[in-house]
């Protein structure tokens, strides 16, 4: 089966072969790249720190030579900047995908992270969705398996989680270990004898 895009016309920067996370036989049914909201959080701190070191400057009346509340300032607001950029790049090669076997979520830029379930875990798919996840279109998947913790439990920033949740639910049936009894054939029916 080829690999298809299925909702996800947006999918612009780094294109990142995952096939070396792919076990033999296994194919890719969709993924999807984490949605931009996920940028919010780190850029409002880089821009709240910014506007700390106007305020802080103009209040306090500092001289426009080197002083330490000044260099101070200066130096929070550009690691809160530093720490935005480099969750951008983050969130370029972060993606979840979904395949015939399992669901993956890739992230990291120097230290690559590949947490996985298998489709046959999961016992139950949940979505979440706050205010702000809603008016933005993205939501949480929260995954539960019986037994022990597993790698991959959750997954923030999810776009069109409508969409995701109907598609991976319907993966998620096509698995064999999901079939009902109903699917399965259980060969000849035995006799009874008296």
């Keep these: 089966m080829p690999r298809r895009r299925l909702w996800l ?23 999807v790249r984490k949605h ?4 919010l959080w780190p850029v409002a701190q880089a821009v709240v720190a910014w506007l700390m070191v106007f305020v802080i400057h103009n209040w306090l009346d500092l001289p ?16 809160f900047s530093f720490r935005a950029i480099w969750r951008w790049f983050e969130w370029q090669i972060e993606r979840v995908l979904v395949t015939n076997k399992r669901i993956v979520e890739v992230s990291g830029i120097i230290t690559r992270r590949v947490a996985s379930m298998p489709l046959a875990k ?36 999810i776009p069109r989680p409508d969409d995701f949740y ?6 998620l049936n096509e698995s064999p270990a999901h079939k009902g009894p109903d699917d399965a054939d259980t060969g000849e029916i035995p006799r009874v004898r008296l």
């Design 122 to 157: 999961v016992t139950d798919l949940t979505y979440q969705r706050g205010l702000i996840a809603r008016a933005l279109n993205y939501g949480e998947l929260v995954l539960e398996s019986a037994g022990q913790n597993q790698a991959l439990e959750s997954i923030a920033f």
């Design 9 to 31: 016309s947006w999918s612009y920067g780094p294109r990142i072969n995952y096939d070396k996370y792919l076990s033999p036989g296994e194919e890719v049914a969709f993924e």
């Design 64 to 79: 426009s030579d080197s002083n330490p509340i000044d260099t101070f300032t200066f130096v929070v607001a550009m690691a």
């Design 36 to 39: 931009g909201a996920a940028l």
């Design 166 to 171: 109907r598609d991976f639910t319907e993966r």
